[in-house]
Structure formats: C-alpha cells, structure tokens
C-alpha cells in the first residue's frame, strides 16, 4: 500500500509542521530545566545506577571494584541489577563534561529520553512523511509519561532501552523497508537493537521487533550477502558484554523474580499452575488499561508518576479519542492517506508486547516504568491520528498545539510547585541532606551504619563518591 503522506510529498516548509515542530522542540528542551528541583532529592535507584559512573570517572572501576566492566552489576536481594556498556560509557563521558551532580546525572536520562523522542519521530518520517512525524514528535514530547521519567537517574531502564531501540528501528526503516537496508544500516540497527534486548523493560519488545522486521525483509527479498554481514557483526557486537560477564551480572534475575510464576498464591505444578498464572495476567492487562492510570492518577508509585495526572497527557487523550474519525476516513477514502501495513502491525504488535510482558509481572501494578515502552509506539500510532484528521481539517493542528500549551499551563505549575512536596519522602531526601552532612563532617562510616537498614550501600557510596571519588572501591588516580 502506499500513502500520499509518504517519501516526501509533504514539504519540510508546511506551516502546520513549523508550528508542530517548534512547540515539540520547546518542550525537549524543557526537559532539561530545573533538575535538582523536582524530582526532588535523589532516590536509592538513582543513586545505585549513578555510584557506577561516578567511581569509574574517579578511579577507573565501578561501584563493585570492577575495572573498565562490559556490564557493572550489582546484588540486591535476590536478584541482580546491571548496567551495559552503551549506558556506562556515554554516561561517562556526559558526567565528565558536565559534573556529577544529581541534576547532571539526570540531565544525561533526559538526553536519552529526547533520543527515545526524536527517533521515534523519525520511524514515523521513514514510513509515512514529515507531517506524521511532526505530530509523533510532538506526542513524545509533551507526554507527562515521558516528562516525568525522562528526569530520572535510573540508568539500564526503560528510558535507555526506548532510545536504543527506536534509534535502531529508525536506522533499519529509513529506506521505509521498502529497499534492502545499507550497511551501516543493518549493522547499526542490529547493533542497538539487541542491545535493547539486554536492558530491563525492552526485551521482549526488541526481540519482537527483530523478528517483525527480519521477516519483512525476508518475505519481500530485501536480504542480501551485505545485508546479513553487517547485521550479523552488529548482533555479535551487541552479545559481547552478555557472552563475557552475562553469568557474573545475572541479567535475568529480575525478570525471573517478579514474573508471575513467582507468585506463591499460585498452585504449586500443572495445568491449574499455568491457567492462574494467565489469570493473574489478564487482570494485570485490565489494571494497566484502567481510567485511573491512564487518565487520572498514573502509576501509584509517585516516583514513576506525579499523580497529577494520568500516563496520558491532553494531547494523547484529544487523539485517542478521534481516532474512530480517523479509521472512518481512511475506510471511506475520505482522505488521501494509505498506510503500509508494516506500520500498523508495527504499532499493534509493540504495544500488545509491552502490556502483555509488563502485565506479567507481580510486583507493584500498574506500573509505568515496565509499561513506558508502549509509550512510543502509541506515539506513532496517534502520531498518524493526527495527521489523518489534518488531511480532513486543516486547523487541526493548530487545536493540537493549543491543547498541548493548556496542558502545559496546568501540568508544569504543578509539577514544580505541588510534586517536589508530595513526593519528598520517596525520593529520600532526609537521606541526601544526612549524607550531605556526612560529607561535610567526613563521618562517611556514620552515613553508612544509619543507612544499613532497608538501604544499599552502593546508593550511600555516590553521596560520598560525588564530585571526589571518595569512598569508592577502586584506587584514586
């Protein structure tokens, strides 16, 4: 199928995707504003992931004591968490420009988070023009789903996986799988995508996106010997930290903690075990599509959500409630707009991926920062929501960027004033003042024993390690 919105038949010059673009640009750009404000203090997690980085600027090893690592990992309970080299070694060289404080850490997620953004809109720009990808971009970046965790520390998350796999898909996809991929297309693509395969919350979505992609190609004779070379060395690339220290950094661990079958209210073997277990999941699903978390109130965990609103901005909600208008236009030829399957199973399948590998967990739902992944591929599809109903009503637009700017007049207020309030205590800021004390005090010991009950070690060594390397593992140089 073919689409009057694809290759280029929509000028860069089209006023209504100046407006489009410039908002969503503003809006990036915000993401970075007030970081050491709110969120406020800095939470356990933040602090975990970022203690890797800060040790290895000062001493040349991780947190752990582990030198120059392909993977840093570190035990916590049962499980383990770990961070790859595609977040260890660009963080590095983020914090070495721009210091190590918490707000610069953060400031290196929302980067990651603006890529996440951009190359999404860029998929959308492979398959279907620049107007569909202006309206994607501006979803990405006006969401409060991708606000809110676009300004967190949390390192090998979701946040890092979102941006190497739609950086990757938008490398595969720039010929709009209508050609087969360049080389360093493939090679790329392959690359950050197996790479998403290995980070926590993009699994299960990147090895379906391979699969999705890599039986287009085949199905349509676009594979050939440079093809499958430089694919290959981008897989083999992205395997090396998982063949070398995967067994160290026990990288399933979490997945095998909180998945379903871990639930102890399951029958013990057997049929019965396997049908509460798909039980259990699709009462997940229902939690994760609830009013009140993509509406109202979000995640309950406030430091995956604000709870000022839902997962859902105004915008978001605007196209997901014209999209009957938009499927009905493009069934009645209403419009001049084709879409290329691919697209749609693209959207559909990541989105169901997503829901059904968060809701298939038991710990904590709904929950935002399994299910952040689906944030994007909604983008896309919404994104094309939007542009349909611009083909039928030209100033559509210009009530897209309308609601978005009331949206962000309600939202931002807010979010500075009210949130570093309500969420003080989950960002454990009674601990950042006692260790800011610590420091001054040189009492580091002290720090630790009062933190030795229900807090990490490592997450207490940032706080001393920030802006000295004191207190780290490896040797000062």
Known sequence: ???????????????TVVLIVAVAVAALVARFLGLGISPPGFYEDEAIASAQLVCLKYTGADAGGQAWPLISSIGIGPANAFWTPLWIYP?????TVFGDSPAALRSFEALLSVIGVVATAGVARNFLGNRVAAWTLLIGAVSPWSWTLGRLAFGNSAITGVALLMTGLWLFTRGGLRRPPRWFEAFGGSLLVASAAVVNHTRLVAVVMLVLIGAVLIRRHLVDRVVLVSAGLGFFLAAIPVLVDGG???LWSRAAETSVFSDPSLPASGVARITAAIGLVIGNVFKHLSPDFLLFSGDPNQRHSTQIVGQLGWLEVL???????????VLRRSVGVGVPRVYLVMVAAGVLTVLLSASATNEALPHALRMFPAQAFLALGLGLVGAVITERWRLFPIVGVAVSLLFAAFFIPRYFGEYPKSAARVFDVEIVAAAERARESGDAEGFFRSMQVGYVRTAAVYFMAADTGWQCPGELR
């Not at 409630?321 to 236009?329: E, F, N, Q, R």
């Open 319 to 329: 196209l997901v409630v014209v999209t009957p208008v938009a499927i009905a236009l």
């Open 1 to 15: 199928m073919t689409t009057a919105l694809g290759g280029r038949s929509i000028r860069v010059g089209d006023a």
């Open 248 to 250: 160290r950094a026990r």
């Open 91 to 95: 963080g590095l060289g983020w914090i």
